[in-house]
Structure formats: C-alpha cells, structure tokens
C-alpha cells in the first residue's frame, strides 16, 4: 500500500479492507490472499456476505429447533 492509501477496516490476525490510493481499486486482503476488486464488485461483494451471514443465522437457529425438538421427542 502507498503512503496515500486507505485502510477501510481490519481485524487482527484476519485480514484487511484498503484502498492503496493508486489503482482504483478496494483490496481485500485475508491472509495470505489479496484480492483487487473494482469499487462495483467489492459492493456486491459486501452483499453477497451479508447475505449470506444473515442465511447463516437462519440456518443456526433452525438446526438448533430441530435438534431441541428431538430432544423433546426421545429421539
Ligand atoms: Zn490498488
């Protein structure tokens, strides 16, 4: 990253959100992998994952009725 870049966000031992200042693009680092994506892509990049983790909760939660509805039910 250049001195006029722009770290969005990061969490430590996880990865990186920046914008290095020179390309254009956002970068998304995570671990050893950065990817380079344009401003359009890294939006629906964010949707895509927040709508995912939002269906992953849905999920979670109808695993953990099902699994107390066999507790109730002797299975
Ligand atoms: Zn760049």
């Given at each position: 990253?250049?001195?006029?870049?722009?770290?969005?966000?990061?969490?430590?031992?996880?990865g990186a959100v920046y914008d290095c200042g020179g390309c254009g693009n956002i970068h998304l680092q995570v671990g050893p992998l950065t990817l380079a994506l344009e401003p359009g892509a890294y939006m629906q990049l964010v949707a895509l994952l927040s709508t995912s983790a939002a269906n992953f909760e849905l999920l979670l939660e109808q695993r953990s009725k099902a699994a107390h509805q066999e507790e109730r039910e002797g299975k």
């Open positions: 990253m250049t001195a006029d870049g722009t770290v969005l966000a990061s969490i430590k031992g996880l």
